[in-house]
Each structure stands twice: as structure tokens, then as C-alpha cells.
T-cell receptor
Framework: LAKTTQPISMDSYEGQEVNITCSHN???????ITWYQQFPSQGPRFIIQGYKTKVTNEVASLFIPADRKSSTLSLPRVSLSDTAVYYC???????????FGAGTRLFVKA | DTGVSQDPRHKITKRGQNVTFRCDPI?????LYWYRQTLGQGPEFLTYFQNEAQLEKSRLLSDRFSAERPKGSFSTLEIQRTEQGDSAMYLC??????????????FGQGTRLTVV
């Protein structure tokens, strides 16, 4: 199972773009990269999933370089409500069987 | 509301007692996962079902833990002879496989277990 490495925490201000990078050097050919968001006392919530290049949805973009050994979650114009923990998962079924790791704690300030 | 419900939301039990949690997944989802999450850590995979078959169990799942998913619908997670180290949030997620693209997993809000 691919192991992921993310920064432990990040701070930002409202309105800024936030980029969170995840390293997954041992990613396998069949693995997808999935990002989840978690608020306190709630289960994780799906943000975005990708396999290669760039994926964009209504809340985020996911950039994956050609070697797929890392990925970057981009949150445009964050607000206070984006303060949460963000997890990067890698696996052939979206990473659901992997250990999430401690994630990246994003704190958005006014 | 993700469509995955867990019951109870909170459980306080005395050490040595047995507890059982229930998860009702989204009805058309064939896969169901259980995770445990302690404070400040990410969710740790415990086990998962494909329909009614339990396909994988983590080494974290000691003999005191058992999970079932009769008829491939709801699932239960039982912890026997609880210990203080079992105190955690227990999360359930469901997922639909198939198709060319992987899909997201939907998580319930979890059951917070406190063993005193």
C-alpha cells in the first residue's frame, strides 16, 4: 500500500488560495489519488479524486505531475469554514483501505 | 447528511462490558468499511465487506472485535470485554464499486465510544 506524506499543518487567510501537497513515492499503476476533508466530530467527506494531470470540480483542483509521485490539492479563495483536516489517500479503490495518516490541519484566519 | 447512518452517536461503557455499534450504508453501495479514529489521528482501517462477505481485516482488529454484515445491508461492529484503549470514534463508510472510475466513499458521523 502506498504511503503518503503531508505537511502536519498550514495557516492561511480568508480569500487566499491554499495548496496542500502530498507525496506518494510508491504509488502503483492502478492507484488513484483521493482527498478528503474532515471537520471535528464528523466523518471525512470526499473532495476530489484523480489519476493523472489535472482534475477540477466545484470546490477544488487536483494537480498530478506525470510521475504521479506527488499531488497538490488547491483550494481557491478559502473561507473560515474551510478550517479542517485534509487527508490524501492513495489506493486502487480510492485508498479506502489505506491508513489515512494524520492529515494536514488547515487553519484559515480572518 | 451523507446517507450513511450510525447508531448510537455516543456510547459510554464500563471496562469489561461488551458494546455493539450499527451502521446503515447507502442502500446501493456494495462495500462497507469500518475505521477507528483517535484524537489527533486520521482514521485507521479496521475491516471491510463486499456485500455480506468480510474480505479483509486489519491487524488492528483484535480477537475482541467482530463485525458482521448479514444480507449485505447494515453492519454491526461488536467489541467484547472493552478496554480503555478502545475509546475512540468508530466510523463507517460505504462505497459502490464497478465502472471504469473509482467512486468516493461516504462516511457516517461515527460512534464515539468512551470506556471508563
Amino acid at each position: 500500500l502506498a504511503k503518503t506524506t503531508q505537511p502536519i499543518s498550514m495557516d492561511s487567510y480568508e480569500g487566499q488560495e491554499v495548496n496542500i501537497t502530498c507525496s506518494h513515492n510508491n504509488i502503483a499503476t492502478n492507484d488513484y489519488i483521493t482527498w478528503y476533508q474532515q471537520f471535528p466530530s464528523q466523518g471525512p467527506r470526499f473532495i476530489i479524486q484523480g489519476y493523472k494531470t489535472k482534475v477540477t470540480n466545484e470546490v477544488a483542483s487536483l494537480f498530478i505531475p506525470a510521475d504521479r509521485k506527488s499531488s497538490t490539492l488547491s483550494l481557491p479563495r478559502v473561507s473560515l469554514s474551510d478550517t479542517a483536516v485534509y487527508y490524501c489517500l492513495v489506493g486502487d479503490t480510492g485508498g479506502f483501505k489505506t491508513i489515512f495518516g494524520a492529515g494536514t490541519r488547515l487553519f484559515v484566519k480572518a | 447528511d451523507t446517507g450513511v447512518s450510525q447508531d448510537p452517536r455516543h456510547k459510554i461503557t464500563k471496562r469489561g462490558q461488551n458494546v455493539t455499534f450499527r451502521c446503515d450504508p447507502i442502500s446501493e453501495h456494495n462495500r462497507l468499511y469500518w475505521y477507528r479514529q483517535t484524537l489527533g489521528q486520521g482514521p485507521e482501517f479496521l475491516t471491510y465487506f463486499q456485500n455480506e462477505a468480510q474480505l479483509e481485516k486489519s491487524r488492528l482488529l483484535s480477537d475482541r472485535f467482530s463485525a458482521e454484515r448479514p444480507k449485505g445491508s447494515f453492519s454491526t461492529l461488536e467489541i467484547q470485554r472493552t478496554e480503555q484503549g478502545d475509546s475512540a470514534m468508530y466510523l463507517c463508510a460505504s462505497h459502490r464499486t464497478g465502472g471504469a472510475r473509482n467512486t468516493e466513499a461516504f462516511f457516517g458521523q461515527g460512534t464515539r465510544l468512551t470506556v471508563v
